[in-house]
């Protein structure tokens, strides 16, 4: 690319159109046959927002097939923006086929590969095989295509198209030798085997393959003969890797029970291979319960004797629950007086009281919870020494007993109640700051309350970054109110995205390169899980509400054109969202399943449909879009699911805004007047104070002073006029003003406390969460 | 009940309760994916089924991650253990040393035959020593300011907090136990001089 080649497309991304004008009419009066000019041309008129004349350009360019390229790549960026991903990828398949040379198709793979585009990832990948026939590698690429695409979740393909591709990927390798070939090789041809279900070849492959099988052949070559009922060849194998090679694996263990059994081997015989196994580990003695199970012998008294030598692990109430035994809640209760009478204070008897607890409170029916919280307290004073030896970053499992006491205390679910346990939990780490679990609840009890900095100061404690955003970003993002810092905070998440992008793009593309198969779908479905994630849209929502809120124009801008770009989607309502949220570390600790949880909001697919069609509605002037638009938005918000996804006052938020959208953003109509009306009984501060209380009415409020400024911009470049309308509007923001709202939640928790907590404390954290709620506080903003 | 299973990438979104251990070390998803595209074989995880009502569940209880460099010649070709963690409700069965020997498995023989498994651990980790002690490491050198924010130039200014031991166990391909010694702790070298 030259100099003045880069400087037009810079000047059109900047935003300079008269530069990008001139400069690019010089190129095309000079080079007029240069299909490269005018793909730039489109790129241009797409970039001025002339979509029509953009696409009716780019067609007549398509037409010509043209062959250059840099060509394709611009006219294929100009049909994504076109929301035509359909004409990109045809673009290059129709140059394909007109210009087979190798290196256009691997551009057009290399592409794909980019965009993780499994679909044509696949095809431009036959299409190179079948130019250059006979090339293993190139077979090789293509099979694993094939395979992909027809393990893909995410490609929404039906069953006969998947069978079919990997019946197609398992042709196209059909006259290689793999008993010599690499694990990787080996690994595709097998998977495809796998799935058109030829575990007969599986096998015989993999006994006679010359190299060492890693993990995944190990695997497949275990499935393969479970499946083929081959019981001998499964126990001799399963037995191998369990005693001479110490693959201490508790899958392999239930493949040699299940072989032992089908191969007659009667219950005492496999009970005592079992129990030969040195050393004996925790697996070992599951699989004597596990062969229990499927010989169909008695297991409670193997999981008594389980609980004998793991009662004092962390493991076993996770195990035993698993085998779900006759309760022994006598056994739990004796053994739990026996250490409380001893003087003895030791972490084995602290986890296995910690245990006791937790099998008495699944397994006791008439559970006195009052008795049962205080035995908790007092397990955890009376170990309390064990805090002071205990290496800082050592796991201490007494804290575990006060979270499961949180859980049964926040039935209630005031505010005044969660800042009660708030405290509790500040106390836990003031004596253990390491603890995360016990941290991380405590950010979600914050943030529940609208202490965002609170939140993120210990989300930041917990030194979440990276990947970890992906999943747990949610926690604080949901329920941040915009303040400077909170702005300053979700910028920086967002960062992570933009460096994951580039990063699984050269790698992808790597992984390619150095065939490695084996990780290559999960690569390509992570790009995809992050390209589309739930957590990545609301993040992006946020930041422009937060920007609009906060007058960072830049930054509006900059978020804003990111939506943009999936206007076709939104306005077809066939936006892709993919959900990764980890809504369980959170909770796993004491018994489980936990109930009892905050009524938090729970973003979801409709949520982010419905808040991009916002977004782009604000943007839109044109009636054609607006109308299909302003149906997208009222068809997410009238949907079933969206009712868990929005709080209670963003129901009515949205309500407001449908209205004004429908005023604004559409041509005057009957329905205007009434339109005004509406707006105009509900913008008073008396109504918000109806529809939002506690914790909900600082976030109305924040809902309320963006419905202003989104009134502001758009009433300003529309023609509709209301006095009414615009005197309400100035009357709410005064009455927000002058008000004294949160002041309330304030005063009702002035003189909260926690028993077992010493006053002090409690009276440090409760102005700590004072001054917080000062700092999210609405007034902030105006 | 722990079954091994090849790491994925998309494992880093369930990788939650062992992550969040303050002693374990998040990265940019670049560093594990280059992990996973050179030594596809030496990252591995370990995981675990439950069910609670009725909800069958398999959860990830920790991993290992390693890696194959060095030069030979130099007598420096070995396994490196670059991160191995578990979940503390996985703790003290044994795992971490399980997954340690499945990497020394994977390497002491073809294709890799290394001819040492090393491995950082800060000099406060002690837990982490007394792991790795039973499994036979010793250590061999301890690097100044490893885990400092800034390059240190004087190997004798130790200090605990940011200081590394360089932990070593003999493989079999070093027949004449060339690459470790028993005085590590006597040695200080910068970590300027670590890298291989
Ligand atoms: C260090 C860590 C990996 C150990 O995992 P683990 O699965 O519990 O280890 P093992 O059960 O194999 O322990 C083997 C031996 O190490 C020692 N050890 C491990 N954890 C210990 C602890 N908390 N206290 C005392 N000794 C401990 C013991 O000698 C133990 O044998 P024993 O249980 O028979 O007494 C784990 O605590 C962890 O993930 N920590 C956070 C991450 C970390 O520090 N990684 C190492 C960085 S180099």
Redesign the interface.
Same mark, same amino acid.
């Given at each position: 690319m030259s100099e003045t080649d880069a400087s037009i497309l810079s000047a059109i991304d900047q935003g300079q159109f008269s530069l990008a004008q001139s400069l690019l009419s010089r190129k095309l009066k000079k080079f007029p046959n240069k299909s490269y000019y005018w793909a730039v041309n489109c790129y241009l008129l797409v970039s001025l927002g002339k979509h029509e004349e953009a696409l009716s350009q780019s067609n007549a360019l398509k037409e010509k097939v043209p062959s250059d390229p840099h060509a394709l790549e611009m006219l294929y960026k100009v049909f994504e923006l076109l929301g035509r991903p359909k004409d990109a990828n045809m673009i290059y398949e129709n140059a394909v086929k007109k210009y087979p040379s190798a290196d256009l198709i691997e551009c057009w793979f290399q592409l794909a590969v980019s965009k993780f585009d499994i679909k044509t990832m696949q095809k431009a990948a036959m299409a190179l095989q079948k130019h250059k026939k006979g090339d293993r590698k190139l077979a090789m690429r293509a099979a694993f295509c094939c395979l992909n695409l027809a393990l893909s979740k995410v490609c929404k393909i039906t069953e006969k198209e998947a069978t079919l591709y990997s019946n197609l990927g398992e042709k196209l390798l059909e006259l290689f030798d793999f008993v010599s070939g690499s694990?990787q090789e080996v690994y595709v041809y097998c998977k495809l085997l796998k799935n058109n279900e030829k575990y007969q070849e599986i096998a015989l492959l993999l006994s006679s393959y010359e190299g060492?099988l890693?993990?995944?052949l190990q695997?497949l070559y275990l499935d393969a003969l479970d499946k083929l009922e081959k019981w001998e060849e499964l126990y001799l194998l399963a037995k191998k890797l369990l005693f001479e090679?110490?693959?201490?694996?508790?899958?392999?263990w239930k493949y040699l029970i299940r072989a032992s059994k089908n191969t007659s081997r009667d219950y005492v015989e496999c009970q005592d291979l079992i129990s030969l196994h040195r050393?004996s580990?925790?697996?070992s003695q599951?699989a004597a319960i596990?062969a229990a199970k499927l010989y169909e012998k008695p297991v409670d008294a193997l999981i008594l004797n389980y609980y004998k030598n793991f009662s004092s692990?962390?493991?076993c109430y996770?195990?035993i $629950?698993?085998y779900?035994p006759t309760p022994f809640i006598d056994k739990i209760k004796e053994t739990t007086s026996e250490i409380l009478a001893s003087s003895k204070v030791n972490t084995a008897s602290l986890i296995t009281l910690v245990n006791n607890q937790k099998f008495i409170q699944t397994w006791d029916d008439k559970l006195d919870k009052l008795a049962f919280i205080a035995a908790n307290w007092a397990i955890y004073h009376k170990f309390q020494p064990l805090l002071a030896e205990k290496?800082e970053?050592?796991?201490y499992s007494a804290n575990e007993l006060i979270l499961m006491n949180v859980v049964l205390s926040l039935e209630d679910k005031s505010a005044s109640n969660i800042v009660k346990n708030i405290i509790t939990l500040e106390h836990l780490l003031d004596k253990d700051p390491?603890d995360?679990k016990v941290r991380?609840l405590l950010l979600h009890l914050y943030a529940s309350i609208n202490c965002d900095s609170l939140a993120v100061h210990n989300y930041n404690k917990?030194?979440?970054?990276?990947?970890?955003h992906?999943?747990?970003s949610h926690l604080i993002v949901d329920s941040m109110t915009p303040t400077k810092a909170n702005l300053q905070e979700l910028i920086n998440i967002y960062r992570f995205y933009l460096?994951?992008d580039g990063?699984?793009n050269? $790698?992808v593309s790597?992984?390619f390169e150095?065939e490695?198969y084996?990780?290559l779908e999960?690569?390509t479905?992570?790009s995809i899980?992050l390209k589309n994630s739930l957590s990545r849209y609301v993040l992006l929502l946020q930041l422009i509400k937060f920007c609009r809120i906060l007058n960072d124009h830049q930054y509006l801008n900059y978020f804003s054109r990111i939506v943009q770009e999936h206007e076709l989607e939104v306005s077809e309502g066939s936006l892709d969202v993919l959900d990764?949220r980890?809504y369980?570390?959170l909770w $796993?600790f004491g018994s489980?399943?936990n109930t009892s949880k905050l009524p938090t909001v729970k973003r979801g697919k409709e949520y982010v449909q419905l808040m991009c069609a916002k977004e782009l509605l604000i943007l839109e002037n044109d009636f054609t879009k607006t109308t299909k638009l302003i149906k997208q938005f009222n068809k997410a918000l009238n949907s079933e699911k969206i009712h868990d996804q929005l709080a209670q006052h963003e129901q009515w938020t949205f309500k407001l805004l449908l209205n004004l959208f429908k005023l604004f953003k559409q041509p005057p109509s009957k329905e205007s007047e009434a339109l005004v009306n509406f707006l105009v009984k509900n913008l008073k501060l008396e109504k918000i104070k109806l529809v939002a209380s506690g914790a909900g009415l600082n976030r109305c409020l924040f809902e309320v002073l963006e419905f202003i400024k989104i009134y502001e911009q758009i009433s300003r470049r529309n023609g509709f006029k209301s006095e009414i309308l615009l005197k309400a509007v100035a009357n709410v923001a005064q009455e927000i003003k002058n008000s004294k709202l949160t002041d309330l939640t304030l005063s009702e928790i002035d003189n909260v406390s926690a028993d077992d907590v010493p006053r002090e404390s409690a009276t440090e954290v409760v102005e700590m969460i004072k001054k917080s709620l000062k700092e999210s506080s609405y007034k902030k903003c105006i | 009940?722990?079954?091994?299973?090849?790491f994925?990438?998309?494992d880093?979104?369930?990788v939650?309760?062992v992550?969040?251990?303050?002693?374990t070390e998040? +990265?940019?998803?670049?560093f594990?994916?280059?992990y996973?595209?050179q030594w596809?074989?030496l990252f591995?995880k370990s995981t675990?089924?439950?069910?609670?009502?009725n909800?069958e569940?398999r959860?990830i209880s920790g991993y290992m991650m390693g890696k194959a460099e060095g030069q030979l010649a130099k007598k420096e070709w070995h396994t490196h253990i670059t991160a191995v963690s578990v979940n503390? +409700? +996985?703790?003290?069965? =044994?795992l971490a040393s399980?997954l340690c020997?499945?990497l020394e498995?994977l390497t002491k =023989?073809?294709?890799y035959e290394t001819l040492f498994v090393d491995l950082f651990v800060k000099v406060t980790?002690?837990?982490a020593q007394q792991l790795y002690e039973k499994l036979g490491y010793s250590v061999y050198r301890r690097v100044v300011g490893y885990y400092g924010r800034t390059l240190p130039t004087d190997s004798s200014k130790i200090d605990d907090k940011i200081d590394a031991f360089d932990m070593r166990k003999l493989l079999p391909r070093d027949v004449n136990r060339e690459t470790v010694r028993a005085d590590g702790k006597n040695h200080n070298v910068l970590p300027q001089d670590v890298t291989f």
């Amino acid at each position: 690319m030259s100099e003045t080649d880069a400087s037009i497309l810079s000047a059109i991304d900047q935003g300079q159109f008269s530069l990008a004008q001139s400069l690019l009419s010089r190129k095309l009066k000079k080079f007029p046959n240069k299909s490269y000019y005018w793909a730039v041309n489109c790129y241009l008129l797409v970039s001025l927002g002339k979509h029509e004349e953009a696409l009716s350009q780019s067609n007549a360019l398509k037409e010509k097939v043209p062959s250059d390229p840099h060509a394709l790549e611009m006219l294929y960026k100009v049909f994504e923006l076109l929301g035509r991903p359909k004409d990109a990828n045809m673009i290059y398949e129709n140059a394909v086929k007109k210009y087979p040379s190798a290196d256009l198709i691997e551009c057009w793979f290399q592409l794909a590969v980019s965009k993780f585009d499994i679909k044509t990832m696949q095809k431009a990948a036959m299409a190179l095989q079948k130019h250059k026939k006979g090339d293993r590698k190139l077979a090789m690429r293509a099979a694993f295509c094939c395979l992909n695409l027809a393990l893909s979740k995410v490609c929404k393909i039906t069953e006969k198209e998947a069978t079919l591709y990997s019946n197609l990927g398992e042709k196209l390798l059909e006259l290689f030798d793999f008993v010599s070939g690499s694990t990787q090789e080996v690994y595709v041809y097998c998977k495809l085997l796998k799935n058109n279900e030829k575990y007969q070849e599986i096998a015989l492959l993999l006994s006679s393959y010359e190299g060492t099988l890693d993990l995944d052949l190990q695997l497949l070559y275990l499935d393969a003969l479970d499946k083929l009922e081959k019981w001998e060849e499964l126990y001799l194998l399963a037995k191998k890797l369990l005693f001479e090679v110490q693959f201490n694996d508790f899958d392999t263990w239930k493949y040699l029970i299940r072989a032992s059994k089908n191969t007659s081997r009667d219950y005492v015989e496999c009970q005592d291979l079992i129990s030969l196994h040195r050393p004996s580990t925790r697996n070992s003695q599951l699989a004597a319960i596990e062969a229990a199970k499927l010989y169909e012998k008695p297991v409670d008294a193997l999981i008594l004797n389980y609980y004998k030598n793991f009662s004092s692990k962390l493991c076993c109430y996770t195990d035993i $629950s698993y085998y779900q035994p006759t309760p022994f809640i006598d056994k739990i209760k004796e053994t739990t007086s026996e250490i409380l009478a001893s003087s003895k204070v030791n972490t084995a008897s602290l986890i296995t009281l910690v245990n006791n607890q937790k099998f008495i409170q699944t397994w006791d029916d008439k559970l006195d919870k009052l008795a049962f919280i205080a035995a908790n307290w007092a397990i955890y004073h009376k170990f309390q020494p064990l805090l002071a030896e205990k290496v800082e970053t050592d796991a201490y499992s007494a804290n575990e007993l006060i979270l499961m006491n949180v859980v049964l205390s926040l039935e209630d679910k005031s505010a005044s109640n969660i800042v009660k346990n708030i405290i509790t939990l500040e106390h836990l780490l003031d004596k253990d700051p390491q603890d995360f679990k016990v941290r991380l609840l405590l950010l979600h009890l914050y943030a529940s309350i609208n202490c965002d900095s609170l939140a993120v100061h210990n989300y930041n404690k917990l030194r979440i970054k990276m990947f970890q955003h992906e999943s747990l970003s949610h926690l604080i993002v949901d329920s941040m109110t915009p303040t400077k810092a909170n702005l300053q905070e979700l910028i920086n998440i967002y960062r992570f995205y933009l460096s994951a992008d580039g990063e699984l793009n050269e $790698s992808v593309s790597l992984a390619f390169e150095k065939e490695v198969y084996n990780k290559l779908e999960s690569f390509t479905l992570f790009s995809i899980k992050l390209k589309n994630s739930l957590s990545r849209y609301v993040l992006l929502l946020q930041l422009i509400k937060f920007c609009r809120i906060l007058n960072d124009h830049q930054y509006l801008n900059y978020f804003s054109r990111i939506v943009q770009e999936h206007e076709l989607e939104v306005s077809e309502g066939s936006l892709d969202v993919l959900d990764n949220r980890d809504y369980t570390t959170l909770w $796993s600790f004491g018994s489980q399943p936990n109930t009892s949880k905050l009524p938090t909001v729970k973003r979801g697919k409709e949520y982010v449909q419905l808040m991009c069609a916002k977004e782009l509605l604000i943007l839109e002037n044109d009636f054609t879009k607006t109308t299909k638009l302003i149906k997208q938005f009222n068809k997410a918000l009238n949907s079933e699911k969206i009712h868990d996804q929005l709080a209670q006052h963003e129901q009515w938020t949205f309500k407001l805004l449908l209205n004004l959208f429908k005023l604004f953003k559409q041509p005057p109509s009957k329905e205007s007047e009434a339109l005004v009306n509406f707006l105009v009984k509900n913008l008073k501060l008396e109504k918000i104070k109806l529809v939002a209380s506690g914790a909900g009415l600082n976030r109305c409020l924040f809902e309320v002073l963006e419905f202003i400024k989104i009134y502001e911009q758009i009433s300003r470049r529309n023609g509709f006029k209301s006095e009414i309308l615009l005197k309400a509007v100035a009357n709410v923001a005064q009455e927000i003003k002058n008000s004294k709202l949160t002041d309330l939640t304030l005063s009702e928790i002035d003189n909260v406390s926690a028993d077992d907590v010493p006053r002090e404390s409690a009276t440090e954290v409760v102005e700590m969460i004072k001054k917080s709620l000062k700092e999210s506080s609405y007034k902030k903003c105006i | 009940m722990t079954s091994i299973k090849p790491f994925q990438i998309e494992d880093l979104l369930d990788v939650n309760p062992v992550n969040l251990d303050p002693l374990t070390e998040s +990265y940019n998803v670049q560093f594990y994916l280059e992990y996973l595209i050179q030594w596809p074989t030496l990252f591995f995880k370990s995981t675990e089924i439950s069910d609670f009502a009725n909800v069958e569940k398999r959860e990830i209880s920790g991993y290992m991650m390693g890696k194959a460099e060095g030069q030979l010649a130099k007598k420096e070709w070995h396994t490196h253990i670059t991160a191995v963690s578990v979940n503390s +409700y +996985y703790r003290r069965l =044994g795992l971490a040393s399980h997954l340690c020997s499945e990497l020394e498995r994977l390497t002491k =023989g073809p294709p890799y035959e290394t001819l040492f498994v090393d491995l950082f651990v800060k000099v406060t980790n002690t837990l982490a020593q007394q792991l790795y002690e039973k499994l036979g490491y010793s250590v061999y050198r301890r690097v100044v300011g490893y885990y400092g924010r800034t390059l240190p130039t004087d190997s004798s200014k130790i200090d605990d907090k940011i200081d590394a031991f360089d932990m070593r166990k003999l493989l079999p391909r070093d027949v004449n136990r060339e690459t470790v010694r028993a005085d590590g702790k006597n040695h200080n070298v910068l970590p300027q001089d670590v890298t291989f």
